[in-house]
């Protein structure tokens, strides 16, 4: 038996060579995308070991982000450096933000990271940093850059750089005393930009008093260990610090600061869910068509004696043996591709050697794929087939439809509900839990129109048929597709998986940018935006000084400028952490630039410890008009009257106070600026003369109506390449499944291609009927898809528009006309390479075709 | 059963409807190789009904092949009316089944996608034409098969299903019909429907078939029995019956028994 099957491996070489292919395929891009994310996961912790190498412990503020972190005083560095075994010690005086300007245009440097060091005027005890030319930087005028920062710049030593400083919120002009780089001749560990200080003025500037640290770095001495010296480090450390190792600190660091690279490594991982999910769709198809095909064949084994389990172990001993080969071959491509996107990466970004990391969960999820679904792909089939009656090789084998029933049902059960759930999270004011609901319906229809999918086939097929087949060619295609609605339905579900998430986003976005649109064009009063461009938290320390509203009021035709001041962090109100923050502006002024509709109290200009807060915030902290509540800003607490409560809208939402709170908030800049022009002035010279005004504020951006709206949606629109990013991956994989399933369906009909062609059909007559068939597949995938993502996107709009988060459901028509073209384009390129075999068939081979 | 004159149905040229001269078909080389056809010279009548028999491997259906432009041939020459198949391209042999062969397959005959009628009318949508509505009554009334025309081929029987190819050859009236063993597959009922239906289209309407048969029976429903045997025609007989077929076979046998070497 088991050398009957062996025997059947080698003879059908083109069907296994297709199902190897499959499972190599799926494996090597979840292997891939794995192995990749690791590698550079890898190099970056690498960068920062860099960074730490000559570093045994190191001493922080145990939460950085306070208002007022802890700060290490002289005595207290003193101490800490007389610990047993210390041999060398680099005291930190740091900051973020610290942006040079350009010297050739006066525009900030970007860059993901700037920072400003204060140092002593001696070389870095622990070798890290290291002079190039010049001299380290001695006078409050005077800073020593790295070569990185040099060349974005663009100075030379000897002239005036201009640095924008967090603290004092305002740039100051520098003269360049001298280069630095790294140790190993680099310029930069990973692109940023340095800008190192006199220590006293670093010190002045950044902590607000001299013999102020923010920690340190300690080396320890040969023969102690970095463990023993964090012990005795840490019996000395001053309250509000903490001690970490070099390579604690490493990981800490590599943690916090990968933002870019968790992006990355999201994606990838994206990139390894979708094609695990898509690859077990395709190798089940394969296998299962692969099986049933050999009905006949297992049948004829059944007749000549051979028993039920013996049928099904010589299917599964096949599927094990190809999908060990499939898994192996996957891993290794998924390597060779893993390392060709790392060589494609570093070339762009500066990042240190690690090597390909190979991360034993890698390896087992590859086999898991590859070997696991496999096994179960060919185990239904498998079963299904030892149950054929030996009298079916004896017969030509009519495989009768499998009755849909059963299958649709299940799916009905998975969809009815779904529906509902879906429909109360869209309608029902649930407030936050709407989306909780919404997408345990999602998950519910989603996986019910899988189930159902087989059941719509034929009749979407055939109805789109009607368009597309036109000749009896293009017919027969038509009938080709819609004839085995199982296997059309699971061929497209890579398809239906990627449409669906991308139909849904697209929705989403389109509705919020038609939305924000909307509301901007008409209700408000502000033709200028000034708008701060923020990673962290906003806290008052980003933005501008609102003292530069002055100079705009100055400008021609401007009307009245607001300056809004935003805290986002720590901010709590009646006892609750408000994560969207606070805001202090005019609101007297604001009434007049923003709808803001009052359904309680007034809304006027605040007085101190007095707020106004909209209605969905107001009923969930229990606050109406005239009640008194406790605030938290910048770490004080004061009681607050409320004044107003107004109504929500897409644009206007939160808790707003007076600007006198603006004394409590950690920093005094302005977040937002907005700027009412007199009738009839043009906005854009305005906006040209305030983005000079701000230009000393880096990140600080100045636009019209449209560009606001652009900007605010820009985020979306990452989202959205993303996904879209992603369904090319899906599909991809679904072109390639594509392809499988119409090789098969070939092989599969071989004497009925020889038929058609006796029959008078031409060669380009059999091309453009497996096209027909392959474009249909896909085109039933995309409008599945696309019926189901707008559907789900509009019901999350829905919900969205019950939050006051957007107006309307806008339906991207253009961006769903896109997807259903690419589709289309896919269907015909998969069909290339079935339709060739088809068409290069033998007349007379084929009839008499076996 | 003999034929009488010619049908006067369909008048035609007094050419032939296929022709093969000096027609070699040789299969592989060297060690393996196979002689098919040696030199064969035929020439098959419009308007009559040609069965072709002879022992297993005698080259029965390379010959029909050859004819039919399915296969090429070695050397020599095959027409079909006045055209010469042999050097036709594959766009040419396209054409050609198109307008002027109809085949009836031993089985395998229909597309599972499509019913009796669409099976029958199939040659006609490829070739982009239209069935003669009159034409197309009479070919459904000969083969009997009225009520079935909405059926699949899966709900249909062998025989029912070889009628259906029966007409589906000829509803396009192609200049030759050719048929390999239509009834191999069939019980001596079905297969004597089968040839009766065949029969009638010749001698009542006047369609050109060529049929590869075994069964002495099936070939006497034919006006001319030609023999093959090691790739040469030996022997022909015209208004045959099944005893004189039984005969001509016998008398081959003889000198070539079956299984020897040919
Ligand atoms: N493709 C091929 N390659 C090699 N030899 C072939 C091929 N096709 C047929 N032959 C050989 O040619 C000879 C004639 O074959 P053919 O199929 O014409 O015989 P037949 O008379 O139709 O036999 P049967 O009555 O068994 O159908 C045989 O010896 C056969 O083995
Ligand atoms: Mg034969």
Known sequence: ?850 | MTTAAPPLTRQRAETSAARASQVWKVYGTGEAQVVALRGVDVELERGRFTAIMGPSGSGKSTLMHCLAGLDSVSRGQVFVGDTEVTGLSDAGLTRLRREKIGFIFQQFNLLPTLTAEENILLPLAIAGRKADPQWFKTVIETVGLGDRLGHRPSQLSGGQQQRVACARALVSRPEVVFADEPTGNLDSRSGAEVLGFLRRSVTEYGQTIVMVTHDAVAASYADRVIFLADGQIVAELTAPTPERVLDTLKSLDRPAPLGTDL
Do not use: C
């Not at chain 1, 002593?120 to 001695?138: I, Q």
């Not at chain 1, 299962?288 to 004829?300: P, Y």
């Not at chain 1, 630039?593 to 107001?618: H, K, S, W, Y």
């Open chain 1, 1 to 850: 038996m088991i050398k009957a099957s062996l025997r059947g491996l080698l003879q059908r070489k083109l069907r296994l060579s297709l199902a190897v292919f499959a499972i190599v395929l799926s494996v090597a891009f979840l292997a891939g995308s794995l192995v990749l994310s690791d590698t550079l996961n890898a190099r970056f912790t690498a960068l920062f070991s860099t960074i730490n190498q000559n570093v045994s412990v190191v001493v922080a503020a145990k939460d950085p982000q306070a208002v007022e972190p802890a700060r290490l005083t002289d005595a207290q560095l003193r101490a800490l450096s007389e610990v047993d075994g210390v041999k060398a010690v680099s005291p930190d005086v740091s900051a973020q933000g610290v942006i040079p300007f350009r010297a050739t245009d006066g525009e900030p440097v970007s860059a993901d990271a700037a920072l400003g060091f204060g140092v002593d005027g001696n070389d870095d005890p622990l070798g890290l940093v290291e002079l190039r030319e010049g001299r380290w930087p001695t006078a409050e005028g005077e800073v020593t850059i790295t070569a990185h920062t040099a060349e974005l710049a663009k100075v030379k030593r000897g002239e005036q750089l201009k640095v924008y400083l967090p603290v004092l919120n305002e740039p100051r002009s520098f003269t360049v005393v001298g280069v630095a780089g790294y140790s190993g001749g680099r310029d930069s560990l990973a692109g940023e930009v340095v800008v190192m200080f006199q220590q006293a003025f670093a010190q002045q500037t950044f902590y607000g008093g001299t013999g102020l640290y923010g920690g340190a770095s300690f080396a320890a001495e040969d023969g102690v260990s970095d463990d023993t010296l964090k012990q005795r480090i840490v019996e000395k450390l001053p309250a509000g610090f903490k001690a970490l190792t070099g390579q604690e600190s490493s990981e800490e660091q590599s943690a916090q600061v990968g933002v870019l690279f968790d992006v990355f490594k999201y994606i990838l991982i994206g990139f390894a869910v979708v094609a695990g999910v898509v690859g077990i769709f395709l190798i089940f198809n394969t296998f299962n068509i692969i099986v049933a095909q050999r009905t006949r064949e297992l049948a004829l084994l059944r007749a000549l004696g051979a028993g039920w389990g013996q049928v099904a172990g010589s299917v599964l001993l096949e599927a094990l043996i190809v999908s060990l080969v499939g898994a192996t071959v996957g891993l290794a491509a998924g390597i060779g591709v893993a390392a060709a996107g790392e060589a494609a990466i570093t070339s762009q970004v500066e990042l240190p050697a690690a090597g390909l990391v190979i991360a034993p969960l890698t390896v087992i999820l590859a086999y898991l794929l590859g070997v696991v679904v496999t096994l179960i792909a060919a185990f239904v089939p498998a079963v299904r087939a030892s149950s054929v009656p030996p009298v079916a090789a004896m017969r030509d084998v009519v495989r009768p439809d499998k009755s849909l029933t059963a299958l649709s049902i299940v799916g009905a059960v998975f969809a009815l509900p779904g529906i509902g759930l879906v429909l109360l999270g869209a309608f029902a004011d649930l407030g936050g839990t709407a989306f909780l609901v919404l997408l345990g319906g999602a998950v519910l229809v989603f996986i019910g129109a899988l189930l159902l999918s087989p059941l719509l086939a034929r009749p979407i097929v055939r109805g789109l048929g009607a368009l597309i087949g036109r000749g009896s060619a293009g017919n027969l295609g038509v009938r080709n597709a819609a004839r085995n609605p199982r296997r059309t339905a699971v061929t497209a579900a890579a398809i239906i998986i990627g449409v669906t998430v991308i139909g849904m986003t697209a929705t989403v976005v389109q509705s919020f940018k038609t939305s924000l649109e909307d509301i901007m064009g008409d209700n408000i009063g502000v033709e200028v935006m000034i708008q701060a461009n923020v990673t962290a938290a906003p806290d008052g320390r980003q933005g501008f000084n609102p003292k530069a509203l002055d100079q705009v009021r100055a400008i021609p035709g401007v009307k009245e400028a607001a300056a809004w001041h935003f805290d986002a962090l720590g901010v709590s109100v009646a006892g609750q952490p408000q994560a969207f923050g606070i805001f202090a502006t005019d609101v007297g002024q604001a009434s007049r630039m923003f709808p803001f509709d009052a359904t309680d109290g007034q809304i006027r200009t605040l007085a101190a410890q007095e707020l106004v807060l909209d209605d969905n915030i107001a009923e969930t902290l229990k606050l109406k008009a005239g009640d008194r509540t406790p605030v938290v800003i910048g770490g004080v607490t004061r009681d607050y009257t409320v004044v107003g409560v107004y109504q929500a809208t897409p644009i206007i939402q939160g808790i707003l106070v007076g600007e006198a709170a603006v004394a409590d908030f950690p920093g005094p800049l302005a977040f937002q600026g907005f700027v009412s022009l007199n009738d009839g002035v043009d906005a854009a010279p305005v906006v040209e003369k305030i983005e000079t005004i701000m230009k000393d504020y880096p990140g600080v951006q100045v636009g019209d109506r449209q560009s606001y709206v652009d900007q605010a949606t820009a985020s979306y629109d990452f989202l959205l390449i993303a996904v879209q990013i992603l369904l090319l991956v899906a599909l991809v994989i679904a072109l390639l499944g594509i392809l499988n399933t119409l090789v098969l369906s070939i092989v599969e009909r071989t004497r009925e291609l020889g038929l058609v062609r006796a029959v008078g059909l031409s060669r380009s007559g059999l091309v453009w009927m497996v096209t027909v068939e392959s474009v249909l597949i896909t085109v039933f995938g995309v409008f599945l898809g696309l019926a189901l993502g707008v559907g789900l996107g509009a019901a999350f709009t829905k919900a969205l528009m019950t939050l006051e988060f957007a107006t309307v459901i806008a339906i991207p028509w253009l961006e769903l006309g896109q997807y259903l073209l690419a589709a289309v384009v896919a269907g015909v390129l998969a069909a290339v390479i079935p339709a060739r075999m088809a068409a290069r068939l033998n007349v007379l081979d084929a009839i008499s075709y076996e």
